[in-house]
């Protein structure tokens, strides 16, 4: 990963700044595709790849968590549209597809307590996230409420 796009695209990322699962959620809120106040940020503190072991990598925690707030319920009965968990699932399938896993010790081969300076390897995973995020979120509206079988149909795709 470049200096460049570090810098460039996502420059509170890294030992020092935000960490994965933060920068992703803040480079969706930055570029308009989620709603939410900046301070939600912090709503990712803790939900980084490595805060236990088989834990997913920060940038599909983000994943979820934007999806949940573009797609999500609050109310009773809110379930029963699928259109936020099928586009997690082609999500984390893409994600997985293109990087061979979406566990964050297995795609940076290591725990926190074993790597220096280990999350700029993550920035590539950051930067990709955001924009399949944008992308799903985008159709995610275009579609609207789906329902069982209309899941069941994007999914064999």
Not at 14 to 36: D, P
Request: some cysteine; glycine content about 10%; overall charge negative.
């Amino acid at each position: 990963m470049s200096d460049y796009l570090i810098n460039k695209e996502i420059p509170y990322f890294g030992e020092e700044g935000l960490t994965c699962s933060q920068s992703t959620l803040r480079l969706l809120i930055e570029r308009g595709v989620v709603k939410m106040p900046l301070e939600s940020v912090k709503l990712m503190s803790f939900l980084h790849g490595n805060m236990k072991i088989d834990a997913k990598c920060g940038a599909v925690n983000a994943a979820a968590v934007a999806f949940g707030w573009a797609f999500g319920f609050y109310e009773v009965g809110g379930h029963t549209d699928r259109l936020g968990y099928t586009l997690l699932e082609l999500f984390m399938r893409e994600f997985e597809q293109k990087f061979g896993s979406v566990k964050c010790q297995e795609l940076v081969g290591t725990t926190v307590k074993e790597r220096v300076d280990g999350q700029w390897t993550c920035a590539e995973y950051v930067v990709w996230a955001a924009g399949k995020i944008e992308e799903l979120i985008k159709k995610g509206y275009e579609l609207g409420p789906i329902n069982q079988e209309q899941a069941d149909e994007m999914l064999k795709q």
